[in-house]
């Protein structure tokens, strides 16, 4: 490979520059980083950019040099030997810096000229400058558990205790078409306030520079020092909230596990009368299933039973349950615990690729095997293609029990879909904005947490509103991909300052639910009217992403594809989350919902006929997973305006049907083997815990990222494990969420509003 060739092969270090711009300071929300699109230029010399970095690499590499550090205090050893109040060795008398401060700046350099062990670690763990900087390393963060473990001597101190707090330098680097800010990880002194470390390294830089000039100047912009942070008025009510349920908790499983689950296990029956009750399973996001099953049981008191749904051991045994009753669609559990895990394998990618310290997110541009990640957000409409279709069928089924006029109380309708969602999303959200910031630590740990948009707008996430507005809470920044060839592959817009960014998928569903009654009404009195309804909102939910799509210049894709630099920028916010560009997947669900409930799930399907249905949905489905690798990793052949609208406006609608015939062919006794994997036992109990995984997920993953001490040097081995860790994290925080929050709520519904369960 010539020179050239290798000097264009770092185009890949824009992606880490311009990510890091925040990346290391402030996490935006999860589902935020996950908005991508790609333009090209023409090729452009990058002699320039290579000559800045390196400049920058031989300067902070210089600055943080022992020897160096040494030799410029050898150079002022008399302002050494001196008191403090005579100036710092390295700080001009213009600069007005703390006493403190300088006087343990000073005695740092002191102590390096003896040698002392506690200042080579101080200056070792400040951020040096490694190998593969035209690969993508761009990211140094230094040492920083070794910053917090000097052991300085009492007696190197004399006027106040010396202490160190982590710092990050930005420091502006100005390339041929960005402005970019590099973060440097430093140990100072506590003592030293930001304003004085920024004095300081730019007294340094400036001493480098003058023994070996630069090119361009490299100066210190700014200074990020971490804080600790005291538990406030919201972490101790967030903490009071916590213990009161654990309290609550503790008492109902012990009372439980004395008063009930020992007489049962020792035969000794409970006095009393008996009746017999239903144990409904509440099964995961985004419609229940319920499974009944009739056990006799002593007759409680309204108190016992109140008590009892707080047990963890009763609602463990209840959610680990792996029986089903007769016409339970049990090949949903498989998909619904499949398309959770594609969620966060998806989420997994995105939340690494500001993180990365290699060019590895260029390769997988080129996969078609990782179009399946590069299309995860469709997992999500898999949800709303199932949530409709059982929303869809259960009601229906409910209506034919019902009496009266409109058949089913539609205020209890829409109740229990709030108070089903609602207690443990709010608990969850509770937890992220008081607790968040006290989860962890690490270089690029958010000092404010990583959900602090939620103050002023946590009451539109309660009312499942806040993915209609746009305002502070909203904003973006760039990340560049430049392949080998000096292209520019792909600039991704990070959308960020949403509270809770996982939530607009709620909010949809939510807003979905409410107006479901205007097809579902017309489907149960009238069917073929109804279905006409249906096809009519069907038809609205196409062209309405369609318009919005030739509109605004969308590309086809969050990663790209086509479509303007400012479609582009709006993708997320205008097209990706909005109601009335998702809907359609739902209304598919509610259709075939109703065919399941017409046909009482007992359609006979030609077998050739089957295989051909069969053929038809896998083609569609690989078509929308795969249809995009050209555009997407080859710029030059972007999709026009025209074809990115059609695509914006039915792929999520062909991937709902294709979800959709998989649950119709397998309830009807079509599905074949399809159907056994995914009626799997075991799925039923990780299905039902599917809406608490995709509440917890974010949280577990921002911990992990967070608390990492440095960036990643990515591989697919290691991908496959941080998705595997994220998950069955995940699951087992899902689990304990569920058992303590989730199922309690369900239980204090049906006793204190003694619902009708549905069968």
């Not at 995940?730 to 204090?748: D, I, K, N, R, Y």
Request: aromatic content about 14%.
């Amino acid at each position: 490979m010539n020179l050239n060739m290798k000097v264009f092969s770092f185009g890949a270090v824009f992606v880490f520059f311009c990510a890091i711009c925040h990346a290391d300071v402030d996490f935006p929300s999860y589902e935020d980083l996950t908005s991508f699109d790609v333009r090209l230029l023409s090729p452009k010399p990058l002699s320039n950019a290579t000559n800045r970095l390196i400049e920058l690499k031989s300067v902070v590499n210089r600055v943080h040099d022992v020897n160096f550090l040494k030799s410029l205090a050898d150079s002022n050893g008399e302002t050494l030997k001196s008191s403090a109040e005579d100036g710092s060795v390295l700080f001009s008398d213009k600069y007005n810096v703390s006493e403190t401060c300088r006087d343990h700046w000073n005695r740092t350099f002191t102590a390096l000229r003896a040698n002392e062990y506690w200042a080579l670690k101080l200056i070792d763990s400040s951020a040096k400058l490694e190998s593969g900087i035209l690969e993508g390393n761009t990211k140094w963060l230094g040492s920083y558990d070794e910053c917090f473990n000097l052991e300085v001597p009492v007696k190197a101190v004399s006027l106040s205790a010396f202490e160190t707090h982590f710092c990050f330098a930005h420091v502006p680097i100005n390339l041929t078409d960005f402005h970019l800010k590099i973060d440097i990880g430093l140990c100072v002194p506590k003592a030293c306030s930001s304003s004085d470390v920024t004095k300081l390294y730019n007294d340094l830089f400036a001493a480098v520079q003058r023994l070996r000039p630069t090119i361009n100047p490299i100066r210190v912009s700014s200074v990020d020092c971490q804080e600790h942070s005291e538990i406030d008025t919201r972490a101790i009510a967030a903490i009071i909230i916590l213990g009161v349920f654990a309290v609550i908790i503790l008492i109902s499983s012990t009372f439980d596990l004395i008063s009930h689950q020992w007489s049962y296990c020792t035969g000794i029956p409970k006095t009393g009368p008996t009746q017999s009750i239903e144990i409904a399973h509440f099964e995961g996001d985004p419609q229940l299933v319920n499974e009944m099953t009739n056990v006799s049981k002593r007759k409680k008191s309204t108190l016992e039973k109140l008590l009892l749904s707080f047990s963890a051991y009763t609602n463990g045994k209840k959610l680990l349950a792996v029986n089903h009753s007769p016409g339970t669609l049990t090949a949903l559990n498989g998909i619904r615990f499949l398309s959770i895990s594609w969620v966060v394998l998806g989420h997994t990618y995105s939340s690494v690729f500001n993180k990365m310290n290699n060019s590895y997110a260029i390769s997988l541009s080129k996969r078609w095997t990782f179009q399946t990640v590069l299309n995860a957000q469709v997992s999500v409409d898999s949800f709303f293609a199932l949530s409709g279709l059982l929303l869809s069928y259960l009601t229906l089924k409910e209506m034919k029990r019902g009496k009266g006029k409109f058949r089913i109380n539609w205020l209890m309708f829409y109740f229990h879909r709030f108070w089903r969602l609602t207690p443990v999303y709010m608990i969850v959200l509770m937890v992220t904005v008081c607790l968040g910031r006290y989860l962890g630590d690490g270089p690029v740990w958010p000092k404010d947490g990583f959900e602090k948009n939620c103050k002023d707008t946590w009451w539109r996430n309660l009312l499942y509103i806040n993915n209609l507005f746009e305002g502070d809470e909203f904003g973006t920044f760039w990340t560049t991909l430049i392949d080998s060839k000096n292209r520019r592959i792909c600039d991704c817009v990070l959308s960020r300052f949403r509270c809770f960014g996982v939530a607009w998928y709620l909010a949809n569903d939510m807003q979905f639910f409410i107006l479901s009654p205007l097809m579902l009404l017309p489907l149960y009195f009238h069917y073929s009217i109804g279905i006409g309804v249906c096809f009519m909102w069907l038809l609205g939910s196409a062209i309405t992403p369609g318009v919005v799509s030739n509109v605004l210049d969308l590309p086809p894709s969050s990663f790209g594809g086509g479509g303007s630099q400012q479609g582009r920028a709006d993708y997320f916010n205008n097209y990706y989350i909005r109601p009335y560009c998702r809907i359609g997947p739902y209304i598919v669900g509610i259709i075939v919902g109703s065919f399941l409930y017409r046909t009482d799930c007992k359609a006979k399907i030609n077998k050739l006929l089957n295989v051909l249905l069969w053929l038809m949905f896998v083609v569609l489905a690989i078509v929308v997973l795969y249809g995009l690798r050209t555009p997407i990793a080859y710029p030059e052949e972007a999709l026009n305006r025209g074809v990115s609208a059609f695509y914006n406006a039915t792929h999520k609608i062909v991937w709902g049907a294709c979800i959709c015939w998989v649950i119709f062919a397998c309830a009807t006794g079509n599905g074949g083997f399809i159907n056994t994997l995914l009626s799997w036992s075991p799925f039923v109990p990780l299905a039902r815990l599917s809406y608490c995984i995709y509440l917890i997920h974010p949280i577990v993953m921002f911990v992990y990222i967070g608390s990492q001490r440095s960036h990643y040097n990515m591989d697919d081995i290691h991908t496959i494990y941080l998705f595997l860790g994220h998950l069955v994290m995940s699951t087992a925080m899902a689990f304990v969420v569920s058992v303590a929050f989730e199922a309690p709520m369900m239980g204090l519904e049906k006793i204190l509003l003694r619902r009708q369960q549905r069968r």
